[in-house]
């Protein structure tokens, strides 16, 4: 059952360059439960995605022209502010890159945690401390009663990301947007961070867009694979088609250019050229200037998505 | 029982701190008591000397000498004048040959009185328009009251004063030129000192808070479902406001030396007059007394510029 579904979305930015197209006409669907990993290099617009669904996007400059986002049935962007506000954390909940600055300093944990409690009182818990306790047990923060009292800068990166979770799940949203979530932490810290989420999420059962440019934690982690480039969604795929017959030229050099355990690699691949600037994208395919199979097409329409059957959907003049 | 405990942390916590910072202070008062006495001791002339003339005996000389004092070491001598300073005992005036602590006394409540005025103004009127500024950044509200701050911020205090007389006093006769011998006196010079200050700290709560506004955990608190309101005057306002609290008691004593100017001028009754008459005629335990009280009255602000920031930052309290 589909969660959410963002159609059509267009958003820009002005900036003091010109207009900036950063999301030119984004679809994506979520599916209860699931995790859809959002993937793609810096500047690609994930991360506006993300917050474009709470509508956190600072406007001005942000602007959403185009599209809808449906969540549960209703579209986010008829939505007033304050009916907007009763969605943020209590349906919907976001988690950031840098769990060291994401949390206010000068209060405590549990002060943090129980304000959204209060704000949003969800159902089951008996006192507002029971449930700032119960969350942080539950991203498994030893002796929580008194690590409740802490202030952010006593704990270390792991431990603020996990009360960041315990924070934006004490609500118990259907929907968790994390961007980043784990890469601001060492490594055997994002293991344990990101198990506490799968655990969190098989219990809540709740969906998950997680944003990174982790591959390997997409592997890991995700049902669903959508891969953004300039603004664009490129491909979605479930995990396995995704990793072993990716279709669109992006998708296969991004692949392509990471090391993997499971294959015989003589060389990555590079993907030459960088990024477009988004004030002048390139017309037609944003991806054609560097892509080595470009038709003459592709300099001028901009291509449509194509189901390639199960859910695999691709945007390229190759297939279509 | 839980939220009784978070109290009794804090407290103690908050209680140590104080402690800490109390100890660091005293070091600092024996310091400035020690270069206040210095500017006296190495202060040209004999006072023996000056006190019975050039023509006395040196039998007559050595008496004095041995009944004030003067034949111990210098420490021995320091001593002695901080134990009496201690007790409120800073010697005899120069000029009118009175106890300097019964010339000052009278004017401690008067400095007060007008410094404090100009401070909780600052206070009051700075931080709301500052902040209304930075929420309603790049309006005309915007821009109208940060004019007016850069305004009073960049005006010389003197030279306000003389204008807010001009204006209030000599052509509207709403207020009395000089003196204080109503309420209304305090007006003027109040104004002339607070003004730059409120400008001041409206452009600096106006940067802080834009910053603020700007940093993840603001954005946190919007993806929580807070209010606006909520995430201004709980989540921005206190991180805005330890910078500027700081800056603030810092400049409390900047403000007891600004009424130097600003009581010349409006002939208040108040230290910053005494001591601007005694130092025009050389008179040294006034000028070593008044400088005692406003380093004592600095380092004291300091203290409870720390002891602020320490309650509003729970990060300080730590180191």
Known sequence: MTLLEIKNLHLQFNSDEGLALVLDGINLKVQKGETLGLVGESGCGKSVTGMSILQLVPTPPGEITQGEIIFDGENLLGKSTKEMREIRGRKIAMIFQDPMVSLNPVYTIGNQIAEAIDLHQPKGISSTWEGVVDSLASVQIADPASRAHNYPHQFSGGMCQRGMIAMMLSCRPSLLIADEPTTALDVTVQAQVLKVMADLQKELGMAVILITHNIGVVAETCDRVAVMYAGNIVETADVETLFENPQHPYTRGLLGSIPRADRDMNELTIIEGSVPNLTKPPQGCRFHPRCKEAMDICRQTKPTDLDLGDGHIVACHLYG | ?319
């Open chain 2, 1 to 319: 029982m839980a939220c009784l405990d978070t109290k009794t942390l804090k407290r103690t916590s908050v209680f140590r701190y104080i402690l800490k910072r109390l100890a660091l202070s005293i070091p600092v008062i024996l310091g400035v008591t020690l270069i206040a006495f210095l500017i006296l001791y190495l202060t040209p002339g004999d006072p023996v000397i000056n006190l019975l003339g050039a023509r006395s005996t040196l039998e007559d000389q050595a008496a004095l000498r041995e009944k004030l004092g003067l034949d111990q070491p210098v420490l021995v001598q320091y001593g002695r004048w901080l134990a009496n300073v201690v007790q409120g005992d800073f010697g005899k005036s120069i000029l009118s040959k009175q106890p300097v602590m019964n010339a000052i006394s009278s004017r401690i409540p008067f400095t007060l009185k007008l410094t404090l005025t100009a401070f909780l103004s600052s206070i009051v009127i700075g931080i709301p328009v500052g902040l209304l500024a930075a929420v309603k950044q790049n309006t005309a509200i915007d821009h109208i009251s940060m004019g007016f701050a850069m305004f009073f911020y960049s005006m010389p205090d003197f030279w306000f004063g003389l204008m807010l007389t001009l204006l209030f006093s000599l052509t509207l006769h709403w207020l009395p030129v000089s003196g204080a011998y109503e309420p209304k006196s305090l007006v003027l010079p109040a104004l002339a000192l607070g003004l730059p200050k409120i400008g001041s700290i409206a452009r600096l709560i106006r940067a802080e808070t834009l910053e603020v506004m700007r940093e993840e955990y603001t954005l946190t608190a919007r993806a929580k479902g807070l209010s606006e309101w909520v995430i201004i005057f709980k989540h921005v306002l206190r991180n805005a406001a330890i910078p500027v609290m700081v800056m603030l008691f810092l400049s409390l004593p900047w403000l007891i030396s600004g009424a130097v100017v600003i009581e010349t001028i409006f002939a208040w009754p108040g230290m910053g007059q005494l001591m601007y008459q005694a130092i025009l005629r050389k008179d040294f335990p006034v000028i070593q007394a008044l400088l005692l009280i406003i380093a004592f009255l600095t380092v004291l602000f300091n203290l409870l510029g720390d002891i602020v920031s320490g309650l509003l930052d729970p990060r300080i309290r730590v180191n």
